[in-house]
């Protein structure tokens, strides 16, 4: 069965440092990966995807994250942190033989920005 | 664009009862899918329509159901809450043939 594991449940960075979440999966075939941010008592918002081709891929707010296929992984990542940037992050996969409206989700990773 | 609408923001029912949460989807959108966010199990599918059908379904008890209208406004129901029901509930709504989700604020739903 599908999964995404995401290994660390509360991460602490001081602002501009650098960030990386990370995200492991479980599927078939080539999956469609996703990352998505929400913020206290509001809905998920897209960081970024990946469907195919460039396994680097550049999302919203400065955030990236690659797709490692002999790792199952697809970390995210950002050079220099906002304290706007505090949140939970979630990875998800588009679940296997599935239509376009199931989304696998990771336990989430609570990100904490220090002054 | 308007995005993805969901009410009410919050409601607080009791064990027993039924509720119905209302989704709006982004115009144009067909396909909607509803998660329930709690936080032991995390965020988790209910099901998804397209088109006044239902697409797909998650592992949830027969208490938790949803339509569709022709106007692609969906519903979910549940019915003989239990104290386990309280939870943030998620609609999100996808363009045809793009496979990405966009999520409304939710429903905050406590069972007392």
């Known amino acids: 069965a599908q999964s995404v594991t995401q290994p660390d449940i509360h991460i602490t960075v001081s602002e501009g440092a650098s960030l990386e979440l990370r995200c492991n999966y479980s599927y078939g075939a080539t999956p469609y990966l996703f990352w998505y941010v929400q913020s206290p008592g509001q809905g998920l918002q897209l960081l970024l995807k990946?469907?195919?081709?460039?396994?680097l891929v550049q999302g919203i707010k400065g955030f990236e994250a690659e797709f490692k296929r002999s790792q199952s992984s697809f970390n995210l990542r950002k050079p220099s942190v906002h304290w706007s940037d505090a949140a939970e992050y979630f990875c998800a996969v588009g679940a296997e033989g599935g239509s376009q409206g199931n989304l696998i989700f990771g336990k989430g990773t609570k990100l904490s920005v220090k002054p | 664009k308007a995005g993805v609408t969901q009410t009410p923001r919050y409601l607080i029912k009791t064990r027993g009862q039924q509720v119905t949460l209302s989704c709006s989807p982004i115009?144009?959108?067909?396909?909607v899918s509803w998660y329930q966010q709690t936080p032991g199990q995390g965020l988790q599918f209910l099901f998804e329509y397209f088109s006044e059908t239902q697409r797909n379904k998650g592992n949830f008890p027969g208490r938790f159901s949803g339509r569709q209208f022709s106007n692609s406004r969906s519903e979910m129901n549940v019915s003989t809450l239990e104290l386990g029901d309280s939870a943030l509930y998620l609609c999100?709504?996808?363009?045809?043939?793009?496979?990405?989700?966009?999520f409304g604020a939710g429903t905050r739903l406590s069972v007392l």
């Open positions: 990946y469907f195919s081709g460039d396994t």
């Open positions: 115009s144009g959108h067909r396909s």
């Open positions: 999100a709504s996808c363009p045809s043939g793009k496979n990405i989700q966009y």
